[in-house]
């Protein structure tokens, strides 16, 4: 049988042929008609095609089946999407994030130095093969960064300040923005800001690893902001630490923030004020309205609401669907009266299906078999532990009420 070889060479096809006999190409005459083979080093076998197939006919079948049965996609926007997908399939990426990453990374086939230091300086700096995968697919350019005028001092300048160990590849993972500011003006103003907010290097590098360094300029007018109108600075550092992106929020959304909770006539100087910065900073006016409204059409009032929110601001934080749905439940279904529930706003966060009606559905069947005596108060099962719960009124009764386990992990809906 005769055998006809392409060579595939990035993205272009080579046809040969080893001196086929007329005799041997006659015996394989049916048209379009051939078995592919998969041969080492990208070389593919085409067994039986007629001798009477035009050469261009050929080329094209030919071509159109090895794309078919590539197993690495070709790139023929580059001549060398070859060399970058090995390049990058050495760093350890998956095959689909390789043909991903290398449609938007042109390196240059002579100039594949920078690419291999670059990978080098990751790996004697603990970067598993995981990590440089990770951070090549989130941002391909650091394959062109300079090591010697990029990398390297920032390297240093993190190992310097707490960075050590895990915690370096981690942050540069997680944040790779930082690799494309600059050292001075950028990264150490930011580092050295949070330390002195927050007192050492290690609960500023912590914070650190959270924040986006391209808002830092709005950091520090944020920070004279609230010691101005008397948060403690033990209070900021503790909304840092929680949530330091949170501080970083523009300059003028934190002044509409603070304004308001001032109007709202809570204290700055309360752990109370950070708690609700945090959540008033996440809503815009009009989503605040949405949610009055709501706990108005239940029946709250605007100052029972504002109680409320001054109570426990992350109540706030759900959906006006999620209000609606545990006020009718605590109401209509656990017969529980509209003040209790204004006097709770922390059941607002309680999931009906997961804490409120299977708990309610295991007192009911306990109260049938008269295994509890008098009526339990609702409140204080609410707000029980996970596991006090569970070990008090499910396993405590689960030898006595068969099916009692199974009906508390899995209850039938209403």
Same mark, same amino acid.
């Given at each position: 049988?005769?055998?006809?070889?392409?060579?595939?060479?990035?993205?272009?096809?080579?046809?040969?042929?080893?001196?086929?006999?007329?005799?041997?190409?006659?015996?394989?005459?049916?048209?379009?008609?051939?078995?592919?083979?998969?041969?080492?080093?990208?070389?593919?076998?085409?067994?039986?095609?007629?001798?009477?197939?035009?050469?261009?006919?050929?080329?094209?079948?030919?071509?159109?089946?090895?794309?078919?049965?590539?197993?690495?996609?070709?790139?023929?926007?580059?001549?060398?999407?070859?060399?970058?997908?090995?390049?990058?399939?050495?760093?350890?990426?998956?095959?689909?994030?390789?043909?991903?990453?290398?449609?938007?990374?042109?390196?240059?086939?002579?100039?594949?130095?920078?690419?291999?230091?670059?990978?080098?300086?990751?790996?004697?700096?603990?970067?598993?093969?995981?990590?440089?995968?990770?951070?090549?697919?989130?941002?391909?350019?650091?394959?062109?960064?300079?090591?010697?005028?990029?990398?390297?001092?920032?390297?240093?300048?993190?190992?310097?300040?707490?960075?050590?160990?895990?915690?370096?590849?981690?942050?540069?993972?997680?944040?790779?923005?930082?690799?494309?500011?600059?050292?001075?003006?950028?990264?150490?103003?930011?580092?050295?800001?949070?330390?002195?907010?927050?007192?050492?290097?290690?609960?500023?590098?912590?914070?650190?690893?959270?924040?986006?360094?391209?808002?830092?300029?709005?950091?520090?007018?944020?920070? =004279? @902001?609230? *010691?101005?109108?008397?948060?403690? !600075?033990?209070?900021? +550092?503790?909304?840092? $630490? /929680? &949530?330091?992106?949170?501080?970083?929020?523009?300059?003028?959304?934190?002044?509409?923030?603070?304004?308001?909770?001032? =109007? @709202?006539? *809570?204290?700055?100087?309360?752990? !109370?004020?950070?708690? +609700?910065?945090?959540? $008033? /900073? &996440?809503?815009?006016?009009?989503?605040?309205?949405?949610?009055?409204?709501?706990?108005?059409?239940?029946?709250?009032?605007?100052?029972? *609401?504002?109680?409320?929110?001054?109570?426990?601001?992350?109540?706030?934080?759900?959906?006006?669907?999620?209000?609606?749905?545990?006020?009718?439940?605590?109401?209509?279904?656990?017969?529980?009266?509209?003040?209790?529930?204004?006097?709770?706003?922390?059941?607002?966060?309680?999931?009906?299906?997961?804490?409120?009606?299977?708990?309610?559905?295991?007192?009911?069947?306990?109260?049938?078999?008269?295994?509890?005596?008098?009526?339990?108060?609702?409140?204080?099962?609410?707000?029980?532990?996970?596991?006090?719960?569970?070990?008090?009124?499910?396993?405590?009764?689960?030898?006595?009420?068969?099916?009692?386990?199974?009906?508390?992990?899995?209850?039938?809906?209403?």
């Amino acid at each position: 049988m005769s055998t006809f070889k392409a060579e595939r060479a990035y993205g272009n096809l080579i046809l040969s042929v080893p001196n086929p006999t007329a005799a041997s190409i006659k015996r394989s005459q049916k048209l379009y008609s051939f078995d592919l083979l998969c041969c080492p080093q990208n070389t593919f076998c085409f067994q039986g095609m007629a001798s009477n197939v035009p050469l261009r006919n050929l080329l094209s079948v030919v071509q159109n089946r090895s794309l078919k049965t590539s197993t690495v996609p070709p790139n023929t926007s580059s001549p060398s999407s070859f060399t970058v997908q090995n390049l990058l399939s050495s760093s350890g990426l998956h095959l689909e994030s390789v043909h991903s990453v290398s449609q938007k990374l042109q390196i240059d086939e002579s100039d594949l130095q920078n690419p291999h230091y670059v990978i080098g300086f990751l790996k004697a700096h603990d970067f598993k093969d995981a990590h440089i995968a990770k951070l090549i697919h989130k941002w391909p350019a650091v394959l062109h960064c300079k090591v010697e005028h990029n990398l390297k001092p920032k390297f240093e300048f993190f190992i310097e300040n707490g960075f050590v160990g895990e915690i370096l590849p981690e942050l540069i993972v997680s944040n790779p923005d930082v690799l494309r500011r600059a050292l001075d003006s950028r990264i150490i103003p930011c580092f050295e800001l949070l330390k002195s907010v927050l007192g050492c290097s290690e609960k500023a590098a912590s914070a650190f690893k959270r924040c986006s360094v391209s808002m830092m300029s709005a950091m520090e007018p944020n920070i =004279d @902001l609230l *010691i101005k109108e008397g948060v403690p !600075v033990d209070r900021i +550092a503790k909304l840092i $630490m /929680l &949530q330091p992106r949170t501080i970083q929020q523009k300059h003028q959304r934190m002044v509409y923030a603070v304004k308001a909770l001032k =109007d @709202l006539e *809570i204290d700055s100087k309360t752990t !109370v004020f950070i708690h +609700a910065l945090r959540v $008033m /900073l &996440q809503m815009s006016e009009s989503t605040w309205n949405k949610k009055v409204e709501v706990l108005k059409s239940l029946g709250w009032t605007e100052e029972e *609401i504002l109680q409320a929110f001054k109570r426990c601001p992350f109540c706030f934080t759900c959906s006006e669907e999620k209000i609606r749905s545990v006020v009718d439940f605590l109401v209509n279904t656990l017969k529980m009266e509209l003040r209790t529930v204004i006097g709770r706003p922390e059941f607002l966060m309680l999931s009906v299906d997961k804490r409120i009606r299977p708990r309610y559905n295991v007192l009911k069947i306990l109260e049938s078999k008269k295994l509890v005596i008098g009526k339990k108060n609702m409140k204080q099962l609410l707000t029980m532990r996970e596991n006090n719960f569970f070990q008090d009124y499910v396993i405590k009764y689960a030898d006595k009420v068969p099916g009692l386990l199974e009906a508390y992990e899995v209850l039938p809906k209403p």
